[in-house]
């Protein structure tokens, strides 16, 4: 062998640049040991005391855990730092990986339909776009409140900062109704006689296109849901109002002609055949 090998009497060996054989010779203090920390945050898991140099320590507790927030679920991932042998004091912490929550989107459609682009979820750090696409007739879409009065501002989206489960509500606003015209302006009939007039109500997706018939004599003729019943000779104005818009009209004169003027022609010349020719 070459070079020297010291004991110092006590717990030690000392080695200075020694071989056997040819081989380098390994330095290495038997008795030093030292201690290993295991941390979970400001936690201390587990204390491993006595660990010689050279070994490879083993956490022996539970997996750790961290628990869930608003933004984030964790699971275990590694120590940091990586475990390796022992060469001194060292504390192992955990880490985890990190999984942004996902959150529920619940729309209240108001009776109305999405038609596409349907959101039922967000993630965190992601957002969501909300439906635009969304119809209900008779009536103009006014946008997503975060409230059932629907009111405050429109909301367009989640944003990526948000989080928490979410209910919106959708805003409707009715279409007014715009004109009323009849089918006829006017008509002829004979007593016992009967016509129906037709109304049409603009714009086509009105809100409430009902209306309300009414006579201006229902001695002369009376009016049932646009049916016109001629009860006797004389003239009155057949109305049909719009229920949604009482300021909008359309009116069809009614000529009701005794039953032996069935035939009459244009007695007085006036271009028109109604009550003033029975007079002539």
Do not use: H
Request: net charge negative; hydrophobic share 30%; charged share 20%.
């Amino acid at each position: 062998a070459e070079g020297t090998l010291l004991y110092d009497g006590e717990d030690k060996i000392e080695l200075s640049a020694a071989t056997l054989n040819g081989k380098t010779l390994t330095w290495k203090e038997p008795y030093t040991t030292y201690t290993v920390t295991w941390m979970n945050g400001e936690d201390v898991l587990e204390t491993d005391e006595n660990v010689e140099y050279g070994a490879t320590p083993t956490y022996d507790g539970a997996t750790p855990t961290k628990a869930e927030d608003e933004k984030y679920t964790y699971k275990f991932k590694e120590w940091s730092p990586a475990v390796s042998e022992v060469t001194g004091n060292v504390t192992y912490t955990a880490t985890f990986t990190e999984t942004a929550k996902t959150y529920t989107i619940t729309l209240n459609k108001n009776d109305g339909n999405i038609n596409s682009d349907n959101v039922t979820k967000y993630t965190y750090g992601q957002g969501a776009v909300l439906p635009t696409d969304v119809t209900k007739t008779g009536y103009t879409f006014g946008g997503w409140f975060d409230n059932a009065d629907c009111t405050g501002s429109a909301i367009a989206s989640v944003s990526d900062t948000e989080t928490g489960d979410k209910t919106y509500y959708a805003k409707w606003t009715s279409v007014t109704v715009t004109r009323v015209t009849l089918d006829k302006t006017s008509i002829t009939l004979t007593v016992d006689g009967t016509e129906t007039l037709t109304a049409t109500v603009k714009p086509d997706d009105a809100t409430d296109k009902s209306v309300t018939w009414s006579s201006s004599d229902p001695a002369v003729a009376r009016v049932v849901g646009g049916t016109v019943y001629a009860l006797d000779w004389g003239e009155c104005v057949i109305t049909a109002k719009s229920v949604d818009n009482s300021n909008l009209t359309a009116d069809c004169l009614i000529y009701v002609l005794p039953e032996q003027q069935a035939n009459s022609t244009d007695v007085n010349g006036d271009g028109k055949t109604d009550v003033s020719d029975v007079n002539v």
